[in-house]
């Protein structure tokens, strides 16, 4: 399987969505998927992924993206980052691969209605979220949580 990751972390942002899409990239690579990270905002991030995995620099206006998916062998989506795509990007998403399945980590945000699968934490305002429309599965609880191996044997 092939898994694109879309995600960000600087300065201005924090660090957390890097750092959950690392563990989670690790756990996948050692399950034999294909990992690509695919990150806008620091070229610090682009320097250290780039180690370790495929990393692509996306622009301003998300063409890589769609470039990307357009092609057709991306079988995973993962979005963890803010402010970033909007409801009609998910839905062009969902026309170019029908096939696809998208997982948002940790989104208040409205495009978390056009996901196949939603992580997150436990948290009560999860249900005080209008979910009209939401056909995939809500996952909310600490075992969803992703740390990376290190905290494991804590």
């Not at 998300?62 to 402010?83: A, V, W």
Request: charged letters at 30%; a positive charge; hydrophobic letters at 40%.
């Amino acid at each position: 399987m092939n898994i694109l990751i879309r995600t960000d972390g600087s300065v201005d942002i924090g660090n957390g969505h890097m750092i959950r899409m690392i563990a989670l990239a690790d756990e996948l690579i050692s399950r034999n998927f294909n990992i690509i990270f695919l990150i806008k905002k620091d070229y610090f991030w682009i320097k250290q992924l780039k180690k370790k995995y495929k990393v692509i620099k996306c622009d301003e206006n998300n063409l890589k993206l769609f470039q990307i998916l357009n092609k057709g062998d991306i079988t995973h989506f993962i979005y963890d980052t803010r402010n970033d795509l909007i409801k009609s990007d998910f839905l062009k998403i969902r026309k170019l691969n029908k096939n696809l399945k998208i997982v948002v980590n940790d989104s208040p945000e409205e495009i978390r209605k056009h996901c196949d699968i939603f992580l997150s934490p436990p948290i009560a305002q999860i249900k005080d979220w209008d979910w009209t429309g939401f056909n995939g599965k809500i996952y909310s609880d600490w075992e969803y949580v992703m740390l990376r191996k290190e905290f494991h044997q804590i």
